[in-house]
């Protein structure tokens, strides 16, 4: 079963703009991770952010978590076209058996 | 690329038969970890290996199990195949017992059961 969920399921922006992904999940964590997946391959992980952090930046990247609410977003900043593709969350509990949402799908537009 | 790598890329075969997909993990790593992932959703955790032996497992049935190699490849089987086993398959490697929690993914095995 799915540990959260992500919202929205799809988003569709223009080039340049910031794209907003929201995870949700029930449990207590260690950790959690965001990943991206391309056209159904493989998953590229992207940040991840423990569980006694708030916020962190990679690159475009920004990914804040609040334990309090079991909630984590993920912005995108100035996206490309590129960007398209298929967003999770993961959680881990601390013995690296991720549990993955149900995931959002981008689509950014030239 | 993550070093990870999955064979084949993609497999047809019909109900009742059985299966088996290969991983090579990330040089140095001494964990893999299977996850399915049917069409539209998230990958589900399948189970772990950690050193050659079995690390946890989700909640999938008996028919799907594992090994790890000393090499730390690694092979999933499932035995009896069920239309609803059609996914993709995907393996990643990491390494236990250090502050280094990413875990890498290959490309992942395209599944199809007829």
């Known amino acids: 079963s799915q540990q959260g969920e992500e919202d929205p399921q799809a988003l569709s922006i223009q080039e340049g703009e910031n794209a907003t992904m929201n995870c949700s999940y029930k449990?207590?964590?260690?950790?959690l991770q965001w990943y991206r997946q391309n056209s159904g391959r493989g998953l590229v992980h992207l940040i991840l952010?423990?569980?006694?952090?708030r916020e962190k930046h990679s690159g475009r990247l920004r990914v804040t978590l609040d334990t309090s609410k079991k909630s984590s977003s993920l912005l995108i900043t100035a996206s490309r076209a590129a960007d398209t593709a298929s967003y999770f969350c993961?959680?881990?509990?601390?013995?690296?058996?991720?549990?993955f949402g149900t995931g959002t799908r981008l689509l950014v537009s030239p | 690329e993550t070093g990870v790598t999955q064979s084949p890329t993609h497999l047809i075969k019909t109900r009742g038969q059985q299966v088996t997909l290969r991983c090579s993990s990330q040089?140095?790593?001494?964990?893999v970890s299977w996850y399915q992932q049917a069409l539209g959703q998230g990958p589900q955790f399948i189970f772990q290996y950690y050193r050659e032996e079995e690390n946890g497992r989700g909640n999938f049935p008996p028919r799907f199990s594992g090994l790890q190699f000393p090499n730390y490849s690694s092979e999933l089987n499932v035995n009896a195949l069920e239309l609803d086993d059609s996914a993709l398959y995907l393996c990643?490697?990491?390494?236990?017992?250090?502050?280094?929690?990413?875990?890498?993914f290959g490309p992942g095995t395209r599944l199809l059961v007829l």
């Open positions: 993961a959680t881990d509990k601390g013995f690296q058996k991720l549990v």
């Open positions: 040089s140095g790593h001494n964990t």
């Open positions: 952010i423990r569980s006694n952090e």
């Open positions: 449990t207590s964590i260690n950790n």
């Open positions: 990643a490697s990491s390494l236990a017992g250090t502050s280094q929690e990413t875990q890498y």
